[in-house]
DNA sequence: CGTTGAACCTGTTTGC
DNA sequence: TGCAAACAGGTTCAAC
């Protein structure tokens, strides 16, 4: 569910009520397999205690830095949602974790119990890192040139995978197509220099108009206090099978590519020739 | 090495 | 209306 925007948004509502908090410890939690590195009593013997340093994000994954230099590490996979209450708040069926702080509580809730926590040292965590591709916003045009050149392969599928670029999901891969009038199928190795820079220029403005409103609520994607984004309203291919295209009119197609639904304008973005 | 498919889960929507 | 299949924002791992 969550993707760049949507996790960089509960970063940024989340740090200013953690930061400098100390923890109490697990108050609660109904899903074992939901704790990756460390069973649940472990983790909380491990938590309780420290203080939480800072928080930040690394692709689609939340980091809270703790004072002894260990990094707990959330990622919410597709239903996951992470909210800081001030006041206790009771848990629900999808409730797999509460984090109780010195003032407040985070709380971790996912219906489709895909999202998962780790405990890391700082060499662990650097490992697990090095497994990710470059941060798309942190990159300049050069870069991404050169690394999309040693790339191969349909365009949403390498947009999808994290080793190429690290946060971007299903929306935002479609709308940065949609956007630089590129076919989902259309294969890297075919792509010419401007058509690389304009893909360079898609990704990232979707990703901030994406940052800028919020995050996309469809389902279940709350920010990090618990409200609504609101960039759904500015989607211009994700989940518009049917619609018009806002830039020519045609109906926007859905075919499914890397194994993901995948929407179209099969006006804006043509079809690669040959087989596809 | 690269690609594909299945698996992990539950809730909601779609189609017959 | 009823029920089963399809579908959903992600990631990992086995198989080819």
Redesign the pocket.
């Given at each position: 569910?969550?993707?760049l925007p949507?996790v960089e948004t509960i970063v940024r509502d989340v740090r200013p009520h953690v930061t400098g908090r100390r923890i109490r410890g697990l108050r609660y939690w109904n899903?074992e397999?939901t704790f990756a590195t460390h069973p649940p009593a472990e983790l909380d013997a491990a938590l309780a205690g420290r203080r939480i340093e800072g928080v930040g994000r690394r692709?689609?994954?939340i980091l809270f830095r703790l004072d002894d230099e260990r990094l707990l590490v959330m990622?919410?996979?597709?239903?996951g949602q992470l909210t800081f209450r001030a006041k206790p708040l009771a848990p629900t069926?999808?409730t797999r974790f509460i984090l109780a702080l010195d003032r407040g509580e985070v709380r971790f809730d996912d219906?489709?119990?895909?999202g998962?926590v780790w405990l890391y040292t700082p060499a662990e965590w650097a490992a697990?890192s090095a497994?990710?591709g470059p941060e798309p916003l942190e990159m300049s045009e050069e870069e991404f040139v050169r690394h999309l050149s040693l790339?191969?392969?349909?365009l949403k599928?390498?947009l999808?995978?994290?080793?190429f670029l690290?946060?971007?999901?299903?929306?935002?891969?479609d709308e940065a197509l949609w956007r630089a009038g590129l076919h989902p199928r259309k294969?890297a190795e075919t792509l010419r220099r401007p058509e690389k820079e304009r893909l360079y220029e898609a990704v990232r403005h979707v990703l901030e108009a994406g940052i800028r409103n919020r995050?996309?609520?469809?389902?279940?994607?709350?920010g990090g206090t618990g409200e609504q984004?609101s960039h759904?309203s500015f989607l211009e291919a994700?989940?518009r099978t049917g619609e018009p295209c806002r830039r020519c009119g045609a109906e926007i197609r859905?075919i499914?590519s890397?194994?993901?639904?995948?929407h179209y304008c099969p006006k804006c973005q043509p079809a690669p020739r040959g087989r596809g």
């Open positions: 569910m969550p993707e949507e899903w397999r692709a689609k994954r990622s919410l996979r597709m239903t069926a999808f219906a489709r119990k895909f998962r697990e497994k990710l790339r191969k392969g349909m599928a390498l999808l995978d994290q080793k690290a946060g971007v999901g299903n929306i935002y891969a294969r995050g996309t609520s469809i389902d279940d994607y709350v984004g759904q994700y989940g859905r499914v890397g194994q993901r639904g995948t």
